[in-house]
């Protein structure tokens, strides 16, 4: 939806949600690693260990590829729901935070 120097925000699908994954939009992958690369994610005081995934689409010719920052952890966590306008926002550290937009 919308990226700036630190921070992604995006409006989660309901296959976001049942794949515990979020779509990182073309226009974001500079904020984050090559695919395949470890990322830390904070939910709330606690950190978790995610990846940046590829995933190779025909949604639209030529194929293509899609990238999604991949949580196991992610699911059933409070704001992690159809519809949420989660952030996505890097550390200083390097980690990033995950964080449901409200209002």
């Not at 921070?7 to 984050?32: P, Q």
């Not at 470890?38 to 995933?55: K, M």
């Amino acid at each position: 939806m919308s990226v700036s120097r630190s921070t992604y925000r995006h409006r989660l699908s309901s296959e976001d949600v049942r794949k515990g994954r979020i779509l990182i939009t073309k226009d974001a992958w500079r904020l984050f690693p090559e695919p395949g690369a470890p990322v830390h994610l904070r939910i709330g005081a606690r950190r978790f260990d995610a990846e940046i995934q590829a995933e190779k689409c025909m949604c639209v010719p030529p194929e293509h590829e899609h990238y999604h920052l991949f949580c196991r952890d992610l699911k059933g966590q409070s704001g992690f729901k159809n519809g949420a306008l989660v952030v996505i926002a890097k550390d200083s550290d390097g980690g990033y935070r995950f964080v449901e937009e409200r209002g």
